[in-house]
């Protein structure tokens, strides 16, 4: 039941309309602002070389401040999975987001150890890329753009068309190259459960625009998803 009441507090259900997740999030003052905003989830990236890389102290502050009011997600990738969950305790995240080659058989641990929720990411190339996530029995699937050498954060598209080729049940989050001005698009493409930007959303990597926030967070209340 306190899982339950958790969720509910964090808008998973209840709640017509697509889901907005904020990431990339290195402050607690951005992390409060996209929160009182309406944000479903914020993200702090984990990954070492991200221009966007947050601090543990700082995640904890922001984990410790937030975890009843959104999901604090912590995005990792190819990270030993000792890693990923003393980060997990130390910045009170309540799910991971996957963006490496991680296996169905690491995302399957990496939650029975943490007890937390998984998002797996996938960087379409193709359908065939797309279609591949129904193998990962997690709690989200999310998409993002390809570009090689990089697990995702790039700012870039995909053809959100793509999307339709998602045959799973498991909810979607859409992320690549989403900024105020197309995310209308995106969702009306897409039909996904949630919209993820970083990038989109910042005056420079890791810190928001208070009015790109605000303008975001407008276009995708503004915005009906088509029905299939």
Known sequence: MANRSASESRGETGRPGTRVKICGVTRIEDAQLASGLGAWAIGLVF???????????????????????????????????????????????????????????????????????????????????????????????????????????????????????????????LSGGLRPENVSEAIAAARPFAVDVASGVESSPGRKDPDRLERFFKAVAETVPARV
């Open 47 to 173: 990954y070492p070389e991200s221009p966007r890389r947050c601090e543990l102290e700082a995640a904890g502050e922001i984990g410790s401040s937030l975890r009843r009011k959104v999901e604090v997600v912590g995005v990792f990738a190819n990270a030993p999975l000792d890693e990923v969950v003393g980060v997990a305790e130390a910045s009170h995240l309540t799910a991971l987001q996957l963006h490496g080659d991680e296996g169905p058989s690491y995302c399957g641990e990496a939650r029975r150890r943490t007890g937390l929720k998984v998002i797996k990411a996938a960087p379409v190339r193709d359908a065939a890329s797309v279609r591949q996530l129904g193998a990962y029995k997690t709690d989200y699937h999310l998409l993002d753009a390809h570009v090689p050498g990089l697990p995702g954060g790039t700012g870039e598209r995909f053809d959100w068309e793509l999307a339709a080729e998602h045959h799973s049940d498991i909810p979607l989050i």
